[in-house]
């Protein structure tokens, strides 16, 4: 009999997310070699994990397919598009545009097949327990706002094709929105209507609150750009009202899930100690920090721009902690 494969966790890229969009905050505020030593690892844990990835699936085909198609694990792939698009962004503030298309391209195309392939399992496959319904769900939310926040970065190397990269993006934002609605309705359900363990409340719940911030963010990024079709400037308004709000729901998530966390930190007496999961409450809070920022620059709400660095520092710190327990579990 051949050894049992060991349980992959499918949301490892998470740690690129994490890595990536706090380089990037840390860009914003003129903090330039802490940056470029972050997008340096980032960019390595990038390529180690697509090593991690293909090992996995030669070695365990069965396994990964069914961690694919399972509604409890599949969504952690697409922290892969997520991690690609958060990169690219990352490397065109470095004018590497070249890369950036190649980030951007792979991020897209792994969506595409992704997305179809796991709805398409849950559609034809057994009925879900709301059990099985958590925050990870909610990375495919970034990984379409991610695309959009990719286009949209890309109109100022690519002006010919504005238009056509506008509403591109618009749509996946868009997209993005509608499914953070579903999504978050049975989020909402699983919490309030079925009894929550300590072991429910684990850290892809920040999702929560990342989803929203990722979607500040495209829709900031997207009003930052002129473009001359009069049916997409008609859709100004809608995005700044839906910006504001989303960035109102974000920030009311946070004091709830520091608060749970103490709940089940201190209440479930549980010990803290390192699982890939983490990287799951360090993207949210840089994406926050990089969402206020950008949009207190964008809509002149200037106050905002303290909210961003307080955030700056916290998502550091949190990166830095999350870190630190890593090594030490690696270590021994």
Not at 19 to 33: A, D, E, F, K, M
Request: charged share 10%.
């Amino acid at each position: 009999m051949g050894k049992k494969p060991k349980r992959f966790y499918t949301g490892y890229f998470a740690s690129v997310m994490a890595t990536g969009i706090v380089s990037t905050v840390l860009l914003l505020y003129h903090h330039y070699w802490i940056s470029d030593a972050l997008m340096a690892v980032a960019a390595a844990l990038y390529l180690v994990l697509w090593y991690t990835y293909i090992a996995r699936a030669m070695a365990a085909p069965r396994e990964m397919w069914k961690d694919l198609t399972g509604p409890s694990t599949a969504f952690g792939f697409f922290t892969i598009v997520a991690a690609s698009n958060v990169l690219a962004v990352r490397f065109i503030f470095e004018h590497w545009v070249g890369l950036s298309i190649i980030l951007g391209t792979v991020g897209l195309g792994i969506w595409a097949v992704l997305f179809y392939t796991v709805m398409t399992a849950l559609v034809t496959g057994p009925a879900i327990d709301l059990s099985s319904v958590n925050g990870g769900w909610l990375i495919a939310i970034v990984a379409e706002q991610s695309i959009a926040t990719y286009l949209a970065a890309m109109i100022d190397y690519l002006p010919r094709h504005a238009s056509v990269l506008f509403l591109t993006a618009t749509t996946f934002w868009a997209m993005g929105l509608i499914f953070y609605v579903l999504f978050m309705g049975l989020i909402m359900n699983r919490l309030l209507f079925q009894s929550v363990t300590f072991d429910d409340l684990q850290p892809p719940y920040w999702i929560n609150m990342g989803a929203t911030a990722i979607t500040v963010l495209a829709s900031s990024r997207l009003l930052a750009i002129h473009v001359h079709a009069q049916i997409l400037l008609t859709l100004r308004p809608f995005l700044e009202g839906v910006t504001l709000a989303l960035w109102a729901w974000g920030s009311w998530w946070i004091p709830l899930l520091i608060i749970l966390g103490v709940w089940k930190y201190w209440r479930g007496r549980e010990k803290v100690g390192y699982h890939p999961a983490q990287w799951s409450i360090v993207f949210p809070l840089g994406m926050y920090a990089t969402a206020t920022t950008t949009m207190s620059r964008i809509h002149g709400f200037y106050p905002l721009h303290w909210v961003g660095a307080g955030f700056l520092w916290i998502a550091v710190g949190a990166w830095v902690l999350v870190s630190a327990l890593a090594i030490r579990m690696y270590r021994t």
